[in-house]
């Protein structure tokens, strides 16, 4: 359970950088792959890719939930989970008009891996600012 973790905060940057690392493998390796001729293996780093995106994302999401919950004071709380949701279920739609606009130029792959790298790029300027809360 997040609860045992002493550094809770890890797991919040943890999971923004694997997920940055594992979209930025599935969008670099299969079309290197494909056009080597292995397609197999190209849908497979896709896969992986994609399934590891998808484990990095509920890492981060469940950390910051339990952050939240935990830590928040009870008559604060369902304001803070108000803006919590607004800035990251209202820009999830923001984010996807923008990537889908930028793709239409510039590709899908140059998207993904511009995407990936901004999310190891902020999760690695906070774990060196130190300045997140020490839990």
């Known amino acids: 359970s997040i609860g045992?973790?002493?550094r809770r905060e890890w797991l919040v940057l943890g999971g923004m950088a694997f997920f940055g690392l594992s979209l930025a493998v599935a969008g670099v390796a299969p079309p290197m792959l494909m056009a080597r001729g292995m397609r197999f293996l190209g849908l497979a780093f896709a896969s992986a890719g994609m399934f590891g995106a998808g484990l990095?994302?509920?890492?981060?999401?469940?950390?910051?939930?339990?952050?939240?919950?935990?830590?928040?004071?009870?008559?604060?709380?369902?304001r803070v989970m108000g803006v919590w949701m607004i800035a990251f279920s209202g820009s999830v739609p923001l984010g996807s008009l923008w990537a889908g606009l930028l793709a239409r130029s510039f590709g899908v792959v140059a998207v993904m891996e511009v995407s990936a790298a901004l999310c190891i790029i902020v999760a690695?300027?906070?774990?060196?600012?130190?300045?997140f809360r020490r839990i």
């Open 124 to 131: 690695g300027i906070a774990a060196a600012s130190g300045r």
């Open 56 to 78: 990095g994302a509920i890492i981060f999401y469940a950390s910051t939930q339990t952050m939240i919950q935990t830590f928040v004071p009870d008559d604060l709380r369902g």
């Open 4 to 6: 045992g973790f002493r």
